[in-house]
């Protein structure tokens, strides 16, 4: 049986230090870290995640505030919104929650906020700075998942890591990371060849596909480490699950993540630590 690597278990401590550290900013710079949330709309995944984030800017003493609009503004109407926040020097922080409904361009608002102030790393200008090596923002659930090895003392240089998925907020990000810390990298997607044979070949094997269940045993790598960052509901049980058959590839890997309670809290926890960075350079 793999050893499970608690995402929970490090967000709670991460989490106690950023506390602490939080609590000595009023006297070092006047106040703490503001982040400016922007919820369109009442997609349930998404105001689940905006809770949680609230949650987690209670518990770290990060002042939190919360837009919430109908699924009926324009993007004008949200595009000012987010003007208003890039020019409020009260605010360090500023995240549009995604999805945004059909009738808005994400890209045309993600590019609207202020680089500075983006601390999801969803804005080209720190997507180019991973790319580049150069510094930025990184987004939260890569940097999460570096987190959760770094934690669990997986060695990552010279290892052959797997990545499923391509995404832009989760596959290629992670990629960078991995190749940056001298693992060989494969990404593999929707139209790779015997995946199976793949992944099987991998050291560490990213899951971020977004299929539930899609990571069987037959496909990992005796002693392999597992991390898995879906976040999906099992069509039959209607429980969340994660991408990997838990229950299947728990006996074959070395190192294993679960969901919940595994990439998830990590996510949240990253995204306070980007809004503390974000407010720390504010500050300089
Ligand atoms: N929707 C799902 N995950 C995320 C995230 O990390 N950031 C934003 N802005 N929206 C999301």
């Known amino acids: 049986m793999a050893i499970v690597i608690s995402g929970k278990e490090l967000a709670t401590l991460r989490r106690g230090a950023m506390k602490e550290e939080v609590s000595t900013f009023t006297e070092k710079y006047g106040r703490v870290p503001h982040l400016a949330v922007v919820l369109v709309g009442e997609d349930p995944g998404s105001v689940s995640y905006v809770a949680g984030k609230e949650k987690a800017c209670i518990e770290i003493g990060i002042k939190n505030t919360t837009i919430r609009r109908p699924n009926t503004i324009s993007q004008d109407e949200l595009l000012a919104i987010v003007n208003e926040l890039n020019q409020d020097d009260s605010v360090d922080g500023i995240l549009v929650q995604l999805p945004l409904p059909k009738h808005m361009d994400s890209d045309f608002i993600i590019n609207a906020i202020v680089p500075e102030k983006d601390v999801d790393g969803f804005h080209p200008y720190n997507v180019a700075s991973l790319y580049l090596k150069q510094p930025g923002t990184v ?83 005796e002693g392999a480490v597992v991390i898995d960052v879906g976040v999906n509901r099992n069509p039959e049980t209607g429980k969340l699950c994660g991408d990997v058959d838990f229950e299947a590839v728990k006996d074959k890997a070395s190192y294993i993540t679960k969901v919940p309670g595994g990439v998830g809290p990590m996510t949240i926890t990253c995204l306070m630590e980007n809004t503390i960075e974000c407010f720390l350079k504010h500050m300089e």
């Open 139 to 221: 987004s939260c659930t890569p940097k999460g998942i570096m987190e959760i090895l770094d934690y669990a003392h997986i060695e990552i240089e010279g290892k052959r890591a797997v990545v499923i998925g391509r995404s832009n907020i989760v596959g290629m990000p992670v990629s960078k990371l991995l190749l940056d810390r001298n693992a060989t990298v494969t990404i593999c997607h929707s139209r790779t060849k015997n995946i199976s044979e793949v992944t099987s070949e991998a050291d560490i094997l990213i899951a971020a596909v977004g299929k539930p269940l899609f990571v069987k045993a037959d496909m990992v790598k």
